[in-house]
């Protein structure tokens, strides 16, 4: 799965849409850097201002997430769930953010 996270990521993104309308989706980690291996996960970072403030009702929202996705019960995908404001976090470290919708729009001229 890890060979075709882009494809997996495409449908992540759709089934996010469908769950959280307005989140912002982010694709992060060794797969951006081009240093992914068998064993590597896929870090997504979802921003939404309706995320969930207990860490049970995230789950939830995760697992309807990966349900929609069609993901099976195990699959590398890390989503990181997060609202507006412990997104700055992730907008201060994480060098490599890049946009899912450049994957499914082609928008960013093929950075990925």
Same mark, same amino acid.
Request: proline share 4%; charged share 30%; aromatic share 8%.
């Given at each position: 799965?890890?060979?075709?996270?882009? %494809?997996? @990521? #495409?449908?992540? +993104?759709?089934?996010?849409?469908? @769950?959280?309308? $307005? +989140?912002? @989706?982010?694709?992060?980690?060794?797969? !951006?850097?081009?240093?992914?291996?068998?064993?590597? $996960?896929? *870090?997504?970072? !979802? !921003?939404?201002?309706?995320?969930?403030?207990?860490?049970?009702? #995230?789950?939830?929202? %995760?697992?309807?997430?990966? /349900?929609?996705?069609?993901?099976?019960?195990?699959?590398?995908?890390?989503?990181?769930?997060? *609202? /507006?404001?412990? +997104?700055?976090?992730?907008?201060?470290?994480? %060098?490599?953010?890049?946009?899912? *919708?450049?994957?499914?729009? *082609?928008?960013?001229?093929?950075?990925?």
């Amino acid at each position: 799965m890890v060979r075709q996270w882009r %494809k997996y @990521v #495409r449908e992540i +993104a759709r089934a996010v849409s469908k @769950v959280l309308p $307005d +989140a912002k @989706v982010y694709v992060f980690g060794s797969v !951006v850097k081009g240093e992914a291996v068998g064993g590597s $996960d896929v *870090d997504i970072l !979802v !921003v939404s201002q309706h995320t969930p403030a207990s860490n049970l009702e #995230r789950a939830r929202v %995760k697992l309807r997430i990966e /349900e929609e996705a069609g993901l099976p019960l195990y699959h590398p995908f890390e989503i990181h769930l997060v *609202d /507006e404001e412990e +997104a700055e976090w992730y907008y201060r470290r994480v %060098k490599e953010l890049t946009k899912a *919708d450049c994957l499914l729009s *082609d928008s960013c001229g093929g950075n990925l």
